[in-house]
């Protein structure tokens, strides 16, 4: 009798909030024993980590971002990651969350560079698009793509699809196919985080005020 192949899931844990919320769980240990699992986070090779939630068939790697190559498209990329989130919650009408990192001066030279940026988007919408539409063709990654290669994952799990690298490894899934779902890391990462550019398939929130929130941002996706 011929063995059923193991299906593998692909999982990106960003931040110790992330890795407390899913490798902290009895669902962790579940999903161990039954698929294979390619866990993707900064600490990829800490001891601590490792020795902790380490197991038979999960597997380790680095989550990082493959910087585009020419200079042109990194200052592209850094002008439109720095102005976006302002101009994507003005143009929603929901920067509220943005404004009280202004007002607690939270980062503030940061945020003054944001919102500057952000006013040049909104007075030129087309120069955001345009950025946007150009950045997301020079995201394809070798590094994920040879992974996803090798293991033909049937399921991406992402937990902060605002982060670079998290949005690349959604691009590269998508590319190949692959089904995509994404947990919104906080309450407030929907209207204080900017765009997520690479849209999951599926998203999984926190409440009511969240899901309305989603359908209202991205009514094309949910």
């Known amino acids: 009798m011929e063995k059923t192949k193991i299906k593998t899931i692909f999982i990106s844990l960003p931040y110790p909030m992330s890795i407390r919320n899913i490798l902290r769980n009895p669902l962790y240990d579940l999903l161990s024993k039954q698929y294979k699992i ?16 380490k197991r038979d068939g999960v597997f380790f790697y680095p989550l990082q971002f493959d910087y585009v190559s020419n200079f042109f498209a990194r200052v ?7 102005g976006d989130r302002f ?3 003005t143009d929603k009408k929901i920067h509220g969350v943005f404004m009280n ?10 945020e003054r560079q944001t919102k500057f940026v952000g006013i ?11 950025m946007a539409k150009f950045i ?18 049937s399921l991406l799990f992402t937990t902060h699809p605002f982060m670079e690298a998290e949005n690349q490894l959604l691009l590269n899934a998508e590319k190949f196919g692959i089904r995509t779902i994404s947990l919104i890391h906080s309450w407030d990462n929907l209207t204080g985080k900017g765009r997520m550019h690479s849209i999951p398939e599926q998203l999984i929130v926190w409440n009511e005020v969240m899901k309305d929130e989603a359908k209202m941002l991205y009514p094309e996706n949910f």
């Open 38 to 53: 390619v866990i993707f986070t900064p600490l990829f090779n800490d001891e601590l980590f490792l020795d902790e939630f």
């Open 76 to 82: 592209v990329f850094k002008l439109h990651r720095l």
């Open 136 to 153: 997301k063709k020079q995201l394809n990654s070798s590094y994920y793509s040879k992974l996803i290669e090798e293991y033909n994952p």
């Open 120 to 130: 040049i988007f909104n007075i030129f919408p087309a120069l955001n698009k345009w």
């Open 101 to 110: 990192r202004y007002l607690y001066k939270a980062n503030l030279w940061n």
């Open 87 to 89: 101009h994507f919650a």
